[in-house]
């Protein structure tokens, strides 16, 4: 297997789901069982994962290992409420103390809970029910004069366009992650609001792409208020982008997550569908655009999706949780992976500013730096094929700051030459990065298109 070169312990998860599948058909097929995950979320939409597994009491540590890393994958893939399992009641017993208030996955329980507005459930099914899919369509709306604000960890961008044109677009560095007070938030993005709409005659509407989960244009669940007292500014902060909206004159406004606006972004720029968007940035933003043109309501929140099944995996300090993709593909990745070749940052940098570092490091050409940026591509390469279990991928498109300037084309090179290799199932999947400007502005632009035209 093409390992990482600094990160040795990396376990791919379709590797380890791989080596399980062959255990367990190496059984007797007494000593077998089939285990079925049902996810459900909002609108009675579920989806459906079933496996081959031992059966309980054969190798009861291991399958439920497997059977936890899946559960978490499908959970933050598609979003849910409910986890119901069929199959193992020794899977099920353990899933149900992991998601509850105390449990190993009490950030999970909570964060879904949060979103979906519902007590959180892990239940035994007698009969597995079918699939429920959704489709909605999105966005490639270009008439008028709009703004696309997109709201970056470590900056927002901001594009006025009209009639499809871009007319002007900024990049201003902020710290919405650090700062306990949203009032700075509402400032900061009423800012970029009004200067866009500086440059141009008139606003018809706005969109914007922010990290997280939105509800009717609401912010129910966004790291960019990590440090802000829910309970304090509760109603201020989930209503904060339709508030601006209406200080803008009571304009139209869309509200979308990054990862989709990032698919959205590849589709409205290759003219086709069945795009995954990965905005590798100050976390791991996804989104995916679907073969009819549309979203499937999915969360795809695959920064807190496991891609190493290493018992050693890097832990993320937000979830909790460990290997999950937020520490692969983003600037952390960039960081840990300097770490592990040896290399001290100055005391007191910011993650982005110690991106820069490596980034300035690249463009001397430092043998280092080069190496990182070929593991995160070896990690890619990977993790494609893991996501693809989910995602029915024709393009793959690489957005985001860890894929600027030449760091972005040892990635992209690095996983086309990996992909062909270990899996050459996927050697004709199409992956691209925009130009240099798109990388940096891409979203903002894609965003200004969510609302519909303006008749």
Not at 43 to 72: P, Q, T
Not at 327 to 333: G, I, N, R
Not at 383 to 396: G, I, Q
Request: proline share 4%; charged share 25%.
């Amino acid at each position: 297997m093409n390992k990482p070169k600094l990160d040795k312990a990396f376990y791919p998860m379709i590797k380890a789901l791989d080596d399980f599948a062959q255990k367990v058909k190496s059984e007797p097929e007494k000593n077998r069982a089939k285990v079925t995950l049902v996810v459900e979320r909002n609108g009675g939409y579920n989806y459906v994962y079933s496996f081959d597994a031992f059966r309980d009491g054969i190798n009861d540590e291991l399958n439920y290992r497997v059977a936890e890393r899946l559960a978490k994958t499908v959970l933050w893939v598609c979003g849910g409420y409910k986890i119901g399992i069929a199959g193992s009641k020794e899977i099920f017993l353990r899933l149900k103390e992991a998601y509850s208030k105390n449990g190993a996955r009490a950030f999970d329980e909570d964060f879904m809970s949060g979103v979906y507005e519902k007590p959180f459930e892990v239940v035994w099914l007698d009969k597995v029910p079918p699939q429920k899919n959704a489709s909605m369509k999105v966005g490639g709306h270009l008439k008028g004069c709009r703004i696309g604000f997109d709201a970056g960890g470590s900056d927002r961008k901001v594009s006025a366009v009209i009639d499809g044109e871009v007319v002007y677009s900024e990049e201003v560095v902020w710290n919405p992650k650090i700062t306990a007070d949203p009032h700075y938030h509402h400032d900061e993005i009423l800012t970029a609001m009004k200067t866009a709409a500086s440059k141009m005659p008139r606003v018809d509407s706005i969109g914007v792409s922010s990290a997280g989960v939105y509800v009717d244009n609401k912010i129910m669940v966004a790291s960019l208020f990590l440090k802000v007292d829910k309970e304090k500014y509760g109603d201020y902060v989930k209503n904060m982008y339709i508030n601006i909206a209406k200080e803008m004159g009571d304009v139209p406004i869309e509200v979308a997550n990054d990862g989709d606006v990032t698919a959205l972004a590849g589709s409205i720029d290759l003219a086709d569908n069945k795009v995954l968007g990965i905005a590798m940035g100050t976390s791991e933003a996804v989104g995916y655009i679907n073969a009819d043109g549309g979203i499937n309501g999915w969360l795809s929140e695959l920064a807190f999706v496991p891609v190493d099944f290493s018992e050693s995996a890097m832990q993320d300090e937000w979830s909790g949780d460990f290997g999950v993709g937020c520490k692969y593909f983003s600037q952390d990745a960039v960081i840990k992976l300097a770490e592990l070749g040896g290399f001290k940052f100055e005391d007191g940098l910011t993650p982005a500013q110690k991106l820069k570092v490596i980034q300035a490091l690249m463009e001397k050409g430092d043998e280092l730096a080069r190496t990182i940026y070929e593991d995160i591509g070896v990690y890619l390469a990977h993790t494609l094929p893991y996501y693809a279990k989910f995602y029915d991928m024709k393009h793959v498109l690489l957005l985001g700051r860890v894929t600027g300037g030449e760091g972005g084309n040892i990635i992209l090179d690095t996983c086309k030459k990996v992909l062909a290799a270990e899996y050459p199932e996927f050697k004709g999947l199409d992956i691209s990065l925009p130009d240099e400007s798109n990388r940096r502005v891409g979203q903002s632009i894609a965003a200004a298109s969510l609302c519909p035209d303006v008749e």
